[in-house]
């Protein structure tokens, strides 16, 4: 039963018939983001924004800021109008005090095909709370597992709290664990957000790892802070800020930065491919994005051979792999990969968020370009695995490769980014071995002829022992042996199987 206005707080009953204020312009045609200042009245508890598209043919992105320049949401080019509140928000978005003064809105023109850009905000200042309180905190650090293995997981998926995307966090944590996976990073699109909810989350799902992140996402690139937690400013070009100074602050707070989809040039992804500069210490790539049914044709093998010439180069990101799904294992167009499609090993000391991202650093991956199901290949020298440096002195060693779950696929291994070996899998193990020699080794297992299990590299460097000619008068403390370093452009000879079985 509908009570009468009398009985209404007046305050509420004032929040709730409170008119919004009306700003319409548009946007210049200079940088990628513009400001667009609102008034918020003393006393506010709750501000809402509403923005209609007026211009079907361009695509705008839109966030909050307070009057300290406090970051309070973005969620692109979600048409949703956005609330904050004292104690909750809409996705996106972040609760807090509404401190009286000029906020700001940011614009970024994400897709400008109608210039300038027309819009228009309707703002709403209330008295009082109409959002639901919201319980969050701080992200507290848990162990799921003390047990040094391979864990596997994604790199690379969206919640609601990505403005284009639609699952809670429990969505994917049941969809995730479905696949069999032990982890997943969250790759909100620049928010944080979604950090404060995920206590309840992992508590109510304790068999999978959830690791906060960000995908910092610019109309030239996009890239994933693994383990980020604070918001890093992804408006580049306003007010000084630069991808180079942005990846400096992810890495400043911890996370790892992972250079996503680099080749991806489409239409129906906005600033997917990657336009900036490499930087030197770069964390990871992601050569696999979706799985490789869905994408792996149209840029699977580029990317892979990109990331290849980085390494020849002398950088060291680790190969990773993500699906990128927005809808939690529901999507069904035509490039919706569902989580775990690609799968990411990583060889972590256990299951933590710490522990993965060491894990990652350290270059233990393993990147599975379909799903869980492909083959599994163990790359090593001696105790050395991917993502190693090994010295051997000359004559010593052995590198093995093991596949598992791989009978009919096809193990190739790559020294210094060429084809060394071709042999076909035909049995459960299948152990392959051959002479240690000097060189950056790979492994990709093939299915079909496509590559599906692709390795990190090995570095190994073999060192020669030699006596030092007669009569050269080096007594015992001369060190009577020289040790020479073998560059891995030494001898580039295939290497020989010594056994398999």
């Not at 080749?263 to 491919?273: K, S």
């Not at 869980?372 to 790359?379: A, I, M, R, S, T």
């Not at 009919?408 to 459960?428: A, F, P």
């Not at 007594?475 to 056994?499: D, E, I, N, Y």
Request: hydrophobic letters at 40%.
């Amino acid at each position: 039963m509908w009570e009468p206005l009398s009985m209404i707080p007046t305050v509420l009953l004032w929040s709730l018939l409170a008119q919004p204020v009306v700003l319409e312009g548009a946007l210049s045609g200079e940088g990628d983001f513009e400001l667009v200042p609102i008034e918020v009245p003393v006393g506010t508890k709750e501000l809402s924004v509403a923005h209609p598209s007026q211009e079907p043919r361009n695509v705008l992105d839109y966030g909050l800021f307070d009057p300290s320049g406090t970051f309070r949401g973005y969620g692109g080019g979600n048409e949703e109008p956005f609330t904050v509140a004292e104690t909750g928000a809409s996705r996106s978005y972040l609760p807090g005090p509404l401190p009286p003064g000029t906020w700001q809105v940011v614009i970024g023109k994400a897709k400008v095909s109608r210039s300038p850009a027309p819009y228009r905000l309707e703002v709403t200042a209330r008295t009082a709370q109409t959002l639901p309180a919201q319980p969050r905190g701080a992200l507290a650090a848990v162990e799921l597992s003390g047990e040094a293995r391979w864990y596997a997981g994604d790199f690379h998926v969206h919640s609601e709290q990505s403005g284009d995307a639609a699952p809670s966090l429990g969505e994917v944590a049941t969809f995730a664990r479905s696949r069999g996976l032990d982890f997943v990073h969250f790759a909100e699109h620049n928010t944080n957000a979604g950090v404060g909810l995920m206590n309840e989350a992992q508590s109510a799902h304790p068999a999978l790892l959830l690791i906060p992140g960000v995908e910092f996402t610019t109309y030239r690139g996009h890239a994933n802070g693994i383990g980020a937690t604070q918001y890093v400013d992804h408006r580049l070009g306003l007010g000084g800020v630069t991808v180079e100074g942005a990846l400096a602050a992810l890495k400043a707070q911890g996370a790892l930065v992972s250079i996503n989809h680099p080749l991806l040039d489409l239409d129906v992804c906005i600033g997917c491919a990657w336009q900036h500069r490499v930087p030197e210490d770069v964390d990871a790539v992601e050569v696999g994005t979706g799985g490789w049914d869905k994408t792996g044709v149209l840029f699977g093998r580029q990317t892979l051979a990109w990331w290849e010439r980085l390494v020849a180069r002398g950088l060291r990101p680790a190969p990773i792999g993500g699906s990128d799904d927005h809808r939690a294992g529901t999507g069904t167009g035509l490039f919706d990969s569902h989580i775990g499609s690609p799968t990411t090993l990583v060889y972590a000391e256990g299951l933590s968020v710490a522990a993965i991202l060491e894990g990652v650093r350290r270059g233990h991956t393993v990147v599975k370009l379909q799903g869980p199901e492909d083959p599994f290949v163990d790359l090593r020298v001696g105790d050395g695995r991917v993502g190693d440096e090994v010295s051997l002195p000359q004559g010593e060693g052995e590198l093995s490769a093991t596949v598992s779950g791989g009978v009919g696929s096809t193990l190739v291994l790559y020294r210094d980014g060429e084809e060394v070996s071709r042999m076909e899998v035909d049995r459960e193990p299948f152990l392959y071995r051959a002479p240690a020699q000097a060189g950056r080794f790979r492994a990709v297992v093939e299915v079909d002829g496509a590559p599906r299990t692709v390795t990190n590299t090995l570095w190994v460097t073999v060192t020669v022992t030699a006596p030092q000619p007669a009569g050269c008068g080096c007594g015992a403390g001369g060190g009577g042996w020289v040790l020479l370093a073998l560059a891995s452009l030494a001898r580039r000879r295939p290497l020989t199987a010594a056994r398999r079985g």
